[in-house]
């Protein structure tokens, strides 16, 4: 399995980004997939999540209302769209996905078992 995360890059503060990761190596719509986020100097975090079927998300409250997820089967994507975008969002956000299809992880990171490589986020103020 290989998770490709993309999107990063430098925003101002109030700008949007969507972030993409692109899955490889299985059936990409039998798993929920997740995105987290870590900031220097902090531990990694969740920030939202997506079934496979995209019928179930969920969010962190810090991003919540600002962050949209959703994924694109066909072409085997979940994409991270950020809006309003704050200093604090500056990170470096990752893809996840588990072992084990049909089943929604949520936001405990010891839970997904394949990480992309990581992109980053700068938000200027």
């Known amino acids: 399995v290989q998770l490709q995360a993309s999107g990063g890059g430098l925003v101002q503060a109030g700008d949007s980004l969507r972030l993409s990761c692109a899955a490889s190596?299985?059936?990409?719509?039998?798993?929920?997939m997740g995105w987290f986020r870590q900031a220097p100097g902090k531990e990694r975090e969740f920030v939202a999540a997506?079934?496979?079927?995209?019928?179930?998300?969920g969010f962190a409250d810090s991003v919540k209302g600002r962050f949209t997820i959703s994924r694109d089967n066909a072409k085997n994507t979940v994409y991270l769209q950020m809006m309003s975008l704050k200093p604090e969002d500056t990170a470096v956000y990752y893809c996840?996905?588990?072992?084990?299809?049909?089943?929604?992880?949520?936001?405990?990171?010891?839970?997904?078992?394949?990480w992309g490589q990581g992109t980053l986020v700068t938000v200027s103020s």
């Open positions: 190596g299985r059936t990409f719509s039998s798993y929920a």
């Open positions: 997506i079934s496979w079927s995209g019928s179930s998300i």
């Open positions: 996840a996905a588990p072992e084990t299809p049909f089943v929604f992880l949520g936001r405990d990171p010891r839970a997904y078992d394949y």
